[in-house]
């Protein structure tokens, strides 16, 4: 039969197999191999149904392949044991009145496709995971960033109330001293009044002694009043920058304090140059001047000793002020001294822990710094503006 040769062709250069039925379903011819894909390797006296069972049900359809002589089924990829791929195609032989069902191999590509489809999945799932990653990270970032912007302003709100907290324990120490402050001037005031008030009752009361009396009144009352205006310049809060002289400005914050050291037998000695000018905040700076020696007379207090000195040196270089605050009242401990300046450290049984930190924090708001050294004798610390 022609087509008989046409298909061995077929079969030979391109290894497909094929069966060849008549209108009974009869097996009149296969290729040699055809059995790799059947059930049973002899197809004598059997028909197609017992050879291909996926044909099974098709019987119609493939009498109407050879009545209409113009048509072919292909039959989708289907799984043959142990390990292949085939497509089927059935077509009419009307010269011979038979079917022809042509199988083709094609495991590699079926492979290659379901390789190639497992790898697309695994690409795809890899991408899902990493897009929901991502997601994941991004809302973890966005959450870090909340986290960070709340603990940022808790941190901010702290350090405000940490300053306020350090300007108020100031200010109660300022009160008393200017307390003390006060009662020389008013004792002075009450001794005047009485005097003119004895000397009116005996008649003796000159033009001379009121005035002088009265001079005497008016040059308390002023001190009285230049202290109230200190007190409320030193708690004023600087709004801006602006230069200031610092030999005036620290003789300012002791005119309201340096009594009160004098009453403990505490000198305060400022020596240096009158006409260095530093640009910021004028009462900021003061106050680091009065927390450090007030950190002096509080170890003075701790430990009374004679000749209790606190020396303040105004120096410059460079067009950089260094002004250095040192005492003779024996010194950092060595192992704590690198911590300081740290929140809440502190060494004094009631002390807060705040001053020193504020202080450094201070300078360095104003792009200066503050720092400490032990020597002989006592502590000098150093500000540089």
Same mark, same amino acid.
Request: charged share 25%; net charge negative; with cysteine.
């Given at each position: 039969?022609?087509?008989?040769?046409? @298909?061995?062709?077929?079969?030979?250069?391109?290894?497909? $197999?094929?069966?060849?039925?008549?209108?009974? @379903? $009869? *097996?009149?011819?296969?290729?040699?191999?055809?059995?790799?894909?059947?059930?049973?390797?002899?197809?004598?006296?059997?028909?197609?149904?017992?050879?291909?069972?996926?044909? !099974?049900?098709?019987?119609?359809?493939?009498?109407?392949?050879?009545?209409?002589?113009?048509?072919?089924?292909?039959?989708?990829?289907?799984?043959?044991?142990?390990?292949?791929?085939?497509?089927?195609?059935?077509?009419?032989?009307?010269?011979?009145?038979?079917?022809?069902? =042509? @199988?083709?191999?094609?495991?590699?590509?079926?492979?290659? +496709?379901? %390789?190639?489809? +497992?790898?697309?999945? +695994?690409?795809?799932?890899?991408?899902?995971? =990493?897009?929901?990653?991502?997601?994941?990270?991004?809302?973890?970032?966005?959450?870090?960033?909340?986290?960070?912007?709340?603990?940022?302003?808790? &941190?901010?709100?702290?350090?405000?109330?940490?300053?306020?907290?350090?300007?108020?324990?100031?200010?109660?120490?300022?009160?008393?001293?200017?307390?003390?402050?006060?009662?020389?001037?008013?004792?002075?005031?009450?001794?005047?009044?009485?005097?003119?008030?004895?000397?009116?009752?005996?008649?003796?009361?000159?033009?001379?002694?009121?005035?002088?009396?009265?001079?005497?009144?008016?040059? +308390?009352?002023?001190?009285?009043?230049?202290?109230? =205006?200190?007190?409320?310049? @030193?708690?004023?809060?600087?709004?801006?920058?602006?230069?200031?002289? !610092?030999?005036?400005?620290?003789? %300012?914050?002791?005119?309201?304090?340096?009594?009160?050291?004098? !009453?403990?037998? *505490?000198?305060?000695?400022?020596?240096?140059?009158?006409?260095?000018?530093? $640009?910021?905040?004028?009462?900021?700076? &003061?106050?680091?001047?009065?927390?450090?020696?007030?950190?002096?007379?509080?170890?003075?207090?701790? &430990?009374?000793?004679?000749?209790?000195? *606190?020396?303040?040196?105004?120096?410059?270089?460079?067009?950089?002020?260094?002004?250095?605050?040192?005492?003779?009242?024996?010194? !950092?401990p060595e192992h704590i001294i690198d911590t300081i300046f740290d929140v809440y450290m502190t060494t004094k049984k009631e002390g807060s822990g705040l001053?020193?930190?504020?202080?450094?924090?201070?300078?360095?708001?104003?792009?200066?710094?503050?720092?400490?050294?032990?020597?002989?004798?006592?502590?000098?610390?150093?500000?540089?503006?």
């Open positions: 039969m022609y087509i008989q040769e046409v @298909f061995k062709s077929i079969y030979n250069k391109h290894l497909y $197999e094929y069966f060849i039925i008549n209108r009974e @379903f $009869e *097996i009149v011819s296969h290729s040699d191999r055809v059995y790799k894909y059947c059930d049973e390797e002899s197809f004598e006296d059997s028909d197609i149904f017992e050879a291909i069972p996926e044909l !099974i049900g098709m019987e119609d359809e493939m009498i109407e392949l050879l009545d209409r002589d113009n048509d072919r089924i292909d039959l989708p990829i289907i799984f043959k044991e142990p390990n292949n791929y085939i497509t089927i195609s059935i077509t009419p032989d009307t010269e011979y009145n038979n079917i022809i069902i =042509l @199988f083709e191999d094609v495991t590699t590509i079926t492979n290659a +496709q379901q %390789s190639s489809l +497992q790898d697309r999945n +695994q690409k795809t799932l890899l991408l899902a995971e =990493l897009a929901d990653k991502n997601l994941q990270l991004e809302n973890f970032n966005r959450d870090i960033q909340v986290l960070v912007q709340e603990e940022i302003s808790k &941190n901010v709100e702290n350090q405000k109330l940490i300053k306020l907290q350090a300007r108020h324990a100031q200010m109660g120490e300022i009160i008393g001293m200017i307390t003390h402050q006060w009662k020389q001037p008013l004792s002075a005031i009450n001794v005047n009044c009485g005097y003119l008030q004895l000397k009116y009752n005996n008649g003796t009361l000159t033009k001379d002694i009121f005035d002088n009396k009265m001079k005497s009144i008016l040059a +308390q009352s002023e001190h009285l009043h230049q202290t109230i =205006l200190d007190f409320q310049n @030193f708690f004023n809060p600087s709004k801006r920058k602006k230069k200031f002289n !610092i030999m005036h400005s620290i003789n %300012s914050i002791l005119g309201l304090v340096k009594s009160d050291y004098s !009453i403990k037998n *505490i000198s305060i000695v400022v020596k240096g140059e009158d006409n260095i000018e530093v $640009e910021g905040y004028e009462n900021e700076y &003061n106050q680091v001047i009065l927390s450090l020696i007030q950190n002096a007379k509080d170890e003075f207090l701790s &430990n009374t000793k004679e000749d209790m000195k *606190i020396e303040i040196s105004i120096d410059s270089l460079s067009g950089v002020s260094i002004v250095k605050v040192k005492d003779n009242a024996g010194g !950092i001053g020193l930190h504020i202080s450094k924090s201070v300078m360095e708001d104003m792009g200066g710094t503050l720092s400490v050294s032990n020597i002989k004798n006592g502590a000098e610390f150093s500000i540089v503006l």
